[in-house]
């Protein structure tokens, strides 16, 4: 049995993933300031929070219906993440959204408050919007990141 791993701040969890605010979409890019997805924001808010990704990532579809056996979004995040409730996921926790009926996972938003997020979207970029009951509802899974310590 491993041991728990401490969680980091979600203050700064919000804060650094706040900084990314603006900057342009990217097909998996992740860079902040010059282009990112939404994956691509997660993927930069880590390597600031915790330090170096434990993986490279390999290419991805953009095709929000995908459908399989396997959640490979969640998977990825769970070999290296905290898993909650997504019901019970606070600010700063990691969500993960299913944007089809019967499709997998494969949005992701940081959650900046209990009625907002952040995420990358195509055209608009990194922005941060109300959580409203639409996107409420979407979400499959969440994570919380664990301390860079």
Partial sequence: MT????VADPALVIAVARNWLGTPYHDQASLKGVGCDCLGLARGVWREVVGPEPFPIPPYSRDWGETGPREVLAEGARAMMIEVAST???PGALVLFRMMPRA???HVG???GPDRFLHAYERLGVIEEPLTPTWQRR???AFLF???D
């Fill in 3 to 6: 041991a728990p791993r401490a």
């Fill in 88 to 90: 019970d996921a606070p």
């Fill in 104 to 106: 997998i996972a494969k």
């Fill in 110 to 112: 940081i959650l900046t």
């Fill in 139 to 141: 979400i499959a899974f």
């Fill in 146 to 148: 664990p301390s860079g």
